[in-house]
């Protein structure tokens, strides 16, 4: 059976800057047989490296798994320091039932480190939930498989899909710009900003959409992408051809 699409909620858009805290909540509606729940967002912030954050993310109560890109790529633009991040957890069981979404950010400043100021913002954060039929899990991380990622800056976002056989990708892309466009994908949300935009996608392929800058035209607007492969239940992952 393939992976089918159960359902979508909107989560909270909070413009800020909110100082060392950033709190967001709101409520998922899963089917009866929805076997996967993703939890995307992304912000920008002034944390002078990701290991200041601590980030609680949970549905229903029940802690979700964070699914990190190998070599970091969750990050918005290219070179340093990338001032935002796209990032994506998962959940199955009773966190694929639904509930209470929470999402919370926060910056702890290190010990001794003199690059580490005493405070930091967070600010224009927006989130989203889907769930999905029919996933034989969450990736296999250990295995360098089913989550990939992508930066950049530029007019044009470009997202390549490496997809495994028969698996549906789930595409998280954030901008400081402007993002239009179908993406060659089904569009599964889009923040009222167009800051933040998720689609999914059968097989492999590569998801392009405009990114307008918010500011001059000839300053391009940074982006960052998260995309997750979702394998059907009773497969194992080989990759396609």
């Not at 709101?26 to 993703?38: D, E, Q, R």
């Not at 039932?97 to 930091?120: E, K, R, T, W």
């Not at 998260?226 to 009773?234: D, E, Y």
Request: with cysteine; aromatic share 8%.
């Amino acid at each position: 059976m393939p992976v089918t699409f159960d359902a979508v909620s909107g989560g909270a858009l909070v413009a800020g800057p909110n100082t060392n805290t950033l709190n967001s909540g709101w409520n998922h509606a899963s089917g009866a047989s929805a076997s996967i729940i993703l939890v995307g967002f992304q912000y920008n912030h002034t944390c002078p490296i990701d290991k200041s954050i601590t980030r609680t993310v949970t549905v229903g109560g029940h802690a979700l798994t964070p699914l990190i890109p190998w070599y970091a790529q969750r990050g918005k633009g290219w070179g340093a320091p990338r001032p935002g991040l796209v990032e994506v957890w998962a959940g199955v069981g009773a966190a694929a039932a639904g509930g209470a979404v929470v999402a919370d950010l926060a910056y702890a400043q290190i010990a001794n480190d003199p690059l580490s100021p005493a405070s930091a913002t967070f600010s224009q954060f927006s989130g989203i939930s889907l769930t999905y039929n029919g996933v034989a899990g969450i990736p296999d991380q250990a295995l360098r498989r089913g989550v990939t990622g992508r930066r950049g800056q530029s007019r044009l976002i470009s997202v390549p899909i490496p997809a495994f056989m028969g698996s549906l990708s789930v595409i998280f892309i954030g901008s400081d710009g402007q993002i239009s466009g179908t993406g060659h994908a089904t569009q599964r949300f889009l923040d009222s900003n167009s800051n933040f935009w998720v689609g999914d996608h059968t097989g492999p392929g590569t998801i392009q959409l405009q990114n307008k800058p918010a500011g001059s035209p000839k300053v391009y607007a940074r982006y960052g992408a998260v995309v997750v492969n979702l394998q059907p239940a009773g497969t194992l992952p080989t990759p396609s051809a």
